[in-house]
């Protein structure tokens, strides 16, 4: 596509239901990151994934996120058992090459809200 | 501590003035450093990249410069409009290390008054 497009853009889920966020990169982008923004706080990284493969996972914030990304393409970050801190806007973004002198391409980001 | 520092919280000219905003960083050594403009509700969007031997970039009404023994960059917009008014991000690439992406600072927010 011509952007990066996440879905939902917003989502309001119970504490202690799992959800999924959904990323689809622009095409060829091989490069793709998660990063999570909470009210007037910094983009936190989460995690970044070359091709399918994800080499570090420490940014994770605990056991109850994970991310997958298949295809090359279409990512998906899924927290377990939701917890009220985890309420915040998740940005995802892709570049051509993983740390080339290329500037990332984010999407609007899904607004988590954790009641 | 690894920190990145972006001088104010808020900036506020008035149209036509030039905006200065600063970017520091300690205790890394950024093989780039990019900056960000956001507005509300969207995601950031890349505006300029400076590599770490490269003194000064420029692109239209914006410069930045990057010194890498202050550890510092300043992100210029001249002839400022009220459009301009947004979040402004520096962040860092970490190339010589594994496992990170970009490093973001908290961001200035920038209101350009008529």
């Known amino acids: 596509g011509a952007g990066v497009s996440q879905s939902p853009s917003n989502k309001v889920t119970e504490k202690g239901k799992d959800v999924e966020l959904r990323c689809d990169p622009i095409?060829?982008?091989?490069?793709l990151y998660w990063y999570r923004q909470s009210l007037g706080q910094g983009l936190e990284f989460l995690i970044y994934f070359q091709g399918n493969s994800a080499p570090d996972k420490s940014g994770l914030p605990s056991d109850r996120f994970s991310a997958e990304r298949t295809g090359g393409s279409v990512s998906t970050l899924t927290i377990q058992r939701t917890q009220q801190e985890d309420s915040a806007v998740y940005l995802c973004?892709?570049?051509?090459?993983?740390?080339?002198?290329?500037?990332?391409?984010f999407g609007s980001g899904t607004r988590l809200t954790v009641v | 501590s690894q920190k990145i520092e972006q001088n104010s919280e808020a900036l506020n000219i008035q149209e036509g003035k030039t905006a200065t905003l600063t970017c520091n960083y300690t205790n890394y050594s950024p093989a780039y450093l990019q900056w960000y403009r956001q507005d509300p509700g969207r995601g950031p969007v890349f505006l300029l990249l400076i590599r770490e031997n490269e003194k000064e970039k420029r692109k239209e009404r914006l410069k930045v410069t990057f010194d890498t023994t202050l550890k510092q960059s300043l992100f210029h917009i001249t002839a400022s409009q009220p459009a301009d008014s947004a979040t402004y991000l520096c962040a860092l690439d970490l190339l010589n290390q594994a496992g990170t992406a970009l490093i973001f600072g908290k961001g200035t927010t920038l209101s350009v008054s008529s």
């Open positions: 973004a892709s570049s051509f090459r993983l740390r080339a002198n290329y500037g990332y391409t």
């Open positions: 095409s060829g982008h091989t490069a």
